[in-house]
């Protein structure tokens, strides 16, 4: 069984950084593009970035050119770092993986 952990989130003031990491467990992590997601209070899930196994990467408009998407196959994890944070990026961060459930997200809150 696949498993997500997803850690790193806190409060943080306008402008700011946050390094948010997601181990995976139970898979062959190399051989999949795994990703982020958000979801704030009252909206639906919405796709943040995504990362192939060839390291390519995507991002949705709203964070590009202030996250970026990396993962560690040796570690069989992915992180996001996230600059230049604003308040609409307050919202609970997911990591996805292909065959695995949702794990329980970490909060993200932008905030002075």
């Known amino acids: 069984q696949v498993q997500l952990v997803e850690s790193g989130g806190g409060l943080v003031q306008p402008g700011g950084s946050l390094r948010l990491s997601c181990v995976v467990s139970?898979?062959?992590?190399?051989?999949?593009?795994v990703g982020w997601y958000r979801q704030a209070p009252g909206k639906q899930r919405e796709w943040v970035a995504t990362?192939?196994?060839?390291?390519?990467?995507g991002y949705a408009n709203s964070v590009k050119d202030r996250f970026t998407i990396s993962r560690d196959n040796a570690k069989n994890t992915v992180y996001l770092q996230m600059n230049s944070l604003k308040p609409e990026d307050t919202a609970v961060y997911y990591c996805?993986?292909?065959?695995?459930?949702w794990g329980q997200g970490t909060q993200v809150t932008v905030s002075s």
């Open positions: 996805n993986h292909p065959i695995a459930a």
């Open positions: 990362i192939t196994t060839a390291g390519t990467t």
């Open positions: 139970g898979s062959q992590f190399s051989i999949y593009t």
